[in-house]
């Protein structure tokens, strides 16, 4: 397999978890003892730290002191997660391999999916490979939208999906691979016009593809390890899982 660097977005604030007595980032709050962040590293050391990054925005401090060995980029302010890659950009610049960006807040995702992903990028020889999963839970992820041939044509967000695309069951997971120079030329075409008004890092692979570059969707069954962590309540699941309950 050919180098690759990885991203890792935790930068986020995680609102829905905050207390009075409770501000911690959500990267950093624990299940089972560890941080959430503590379970993506590990599923990912198989890649060197020094070539792992880390995107930190609120509380960044706090995140950067509890791994300090990971170099990190600050994303501030806070304007969505081709923003937070772009961030990144020092960390990439000049770097020839593969891009795995992906989430601080996904503790349940095995490292056996990351490398399959990664090792489905090498074999397919394209620019950008997209993991895409589905979950009996309702989640509110981007849909992938295929073309009558059933390849990838765009993603949809939820908050800009129609009443049909939300029946899409096929979700997109946020989580990439990418060739690092078309990730690179495909950040700086992003833009913002969107319900949110942010530069989503689901936009890329349809850049790509009017770049004419190619673009593939590798689906695993992922089930519950499809699971982000953003309420109390996934919290409480993710630990229940962790525990094999």
Not at 74 to 85: K, R
Not at 187 to 213: C, F, H, W
Not at 234 to 245: A, C, K, M, N, V
């Amino acid at each position: 397999m050919s180098e690759i660097k990885a991203v890792v977005l935790a930068a986020g604030k995680g609102t829905r978890m905050m207390s009075e007595t409770n501000h911690m980032p959500k990267v950093l709050r624990q299940a089972c003892g560890k941080p959430l962040l503590y379970y993506v590293l590990n599923a990912l050391d198989f890649i060197p730290v020094k070539n792992t990054v880390l995107v930190g925005g609120y509380m960044k401090e706090a995140v950067f002191e509890a791994f300090p060995e990971y170099p990190n980029a600050i994303q501030e302010p806070q304007l969505g997660t081709g923003h937070a890659v772009q961030c990144a950009r020092a960390h990439l610049e000049g770097f020839d391999g593969t891009v795995l960006v992906c989430y601080g807040d996904m503790p349940l995702l095995k490292k056996e999916v990351y490398q399959g992903l990664l090792a489905a990028h090498k074999d397919n020889g394209v620019s950008c490979t997209m993991l895409s999963g589905t979950s009996e839970e309702y989640l509110p992820y981007g849909r992938v939208i295929r073309d009558e041939n059933g390849d990838f044509l765009r993603i949809v967000e939820e908050r800009d999906c129609d009443e049909e695309q939300k029946k899409i069951r096929e979700l997109n997971v946020g989580i990439y691979a990418f060739d690092c120079k078309e990730l690179l030329a495909c950040l700086d075409l992003l833009k913002n016009d969107n319900a949110q008004s942010e530069y989503y890092l689901t936009d890329v692979p349809a850049i790509m593809r009017s770049r004419g570059k190619r673009v593939a969707v590798y689906t695993a069954e992922l089930n519950e390890q499809i699971l982000g962590v953003n309420t109390p309540e996934q919290l409480l699941l993710t630990e229940r899982i962790l525990r094999g309950e």
